[in-house]
């Protein structure tokens, strides 16, 4: 049986919750258990204290649910005791109405919370103090592949602007690969950056008559304006994809030493004052006055 008050009802629960036991900051609702790490480690540095955090709720049939979308249905019952933090996805550089701090929405600006674990300064940070032995320079291929990104995103969030579905986030993340041999990754991954090259020219060539008619100019000052460059733009691409793709390149490089590369080194940790993005979600937070 449908319950249409459902939502409405379990945020007064939470709304209340830190009313009630005082020793509770607020109650978050998070798209997954696993998001625990990094917005806890966020809301740490800029207001230390306990969270409730909620990683799934009911839906109208009575369904335990989770995701981006969940949270979204608590819109209009949210304040500064019960919030929300969701991965950015593309809402952010297609402006979707209402995703805000002042609407008690708190977001990654990047694509999702996994980008800001890539973030080159970071992970070379990281690879260094865990002592991982390789040449293989981070900075200099993160730099590359979000050159070779910037374009194409470009197109494919015109086309999600425009909503009409020339070009689909599955043609897109099917540029990047999941896994490559250890070969291309000699000179910091030259041979994979040209393959990833070569996957994304064959996209463009495919949409030649679509792209033709766009003014890249115009998009690019677009989405300039909101923080968009190529420098940036492996921030906000799928993270997943990037994440499991720097995941198996480390993975390859520590082969012969005793590291995890994923725990070890991508989720050791991020920097949070040297990029737009993590000082974007910084601001937010404080503007919560928690």
């Known amino acids: 049986m449908l319950n249409p008050n459902i939502y409405k009802s379990q945020a007064e629960y939470w709304k209340n919750l830190p009313i009630i036991e005082r020793s509770i900051k607020a109650c978050v609702h998070l798209e997954d258990e696993e998001d625990i790490f990094f917005w806890d480690t966020i809301l740490q540095k800029c207001d230390a204290g306990k969270y409730l955090y909620i990683p799934y709720s009911k839906s109208k049939e009575g369904h335990d649910t989770h995701g981006c979308e969940q949270c979204l249905k608590f819109l209009p019952f949210l304040s500064d005791t019960f919030f929300i933090c969701i991965d950015s996805d593309y809402r952010y550089l297609l402006q979707q109405p209402n995703i805000?701090?002042?609407?008690y929405v708190l977001q990654t600006y990047t694509y999702s919370w996994e980008n800001h674990l890539c973030e080159k300064s970071s992970l070379e940070a990281n690879c260094k103090s865990v002592?991982?032995?390789?040449?293989?320079?981070?900075?200099?291929?993160?730099?590359?592949?979000?050159?070779?990104?910037?374009?194409?995103?470009?197109?494919?969030?015109h086309?999600?602007?425009?909503?009409?579905?020339?070009?689909?986030?599955?043609?897109?993340?099917?540029?990047l690969p999941k896994q490559c041999h250890r070969k291309e990754l000699e000179d910091s991954g030259k041979q994979?950056?040209?393959?990833?090259?070569?996957?994304?020219?064959?996209?463009?060539?495919?949409h030649k008559p679509y792209i033709e008619e766009l003014n890249l100019d115009n998009e690019s000052k677009r989405y300039e304006q909101l923080g968009l460059?190529?420098?940036?733009?492996?921030?906000?691409?799928?993270?997943?994809?990037?994440?499991?793709?720097?995941?198996?390149?480390?993975?390859?490089?520590?082969?012969?030493?005793?590291?995890h590369f994923k725990d070890d080194i991508l989720k050791r940790g991020?920097?949070?004052?040297?990029?737009?993005?993590?000082?974007?979600?910084i601001s937010d937070v404080k503007s919560l006055g928690l």
């Open 159 to 175: 086309s999600k602007q425009h909503d009409d579905k020339e070009i689909s986030d599955k043609e897109f993340n099917g540029c």
């Open 229 to 259: 460059t190529e420098d940036n733009a492996y921030l906000h691409i799928r993270g997943h994809n990037l994440f499991d793709l720097l995941g198996y390149i480390g993975k390859l490089l520590c082969r012969e030493q005793e590291l």
């Open 270 to 281: 991020f920097k949070t004052e040297n990029y737009w993005e993590i000082l974007h979600i």
């Open 131 to 157: 002592g991982l032995i390789s040449d293989f320079d981070f900075s200099f291929f993160l730099s590359e592949l979000s050159h070779i990104l910037y374009k194409p995103l470009l197109i494919l969030l």
């Open 100 to 103: 805000d701090a002042k609407h």
């Open 192 to 206: 994979l950056l040209a393959n990833i090259l070569g996957r994304f020219t064959e996209l463009i060539d495919k």
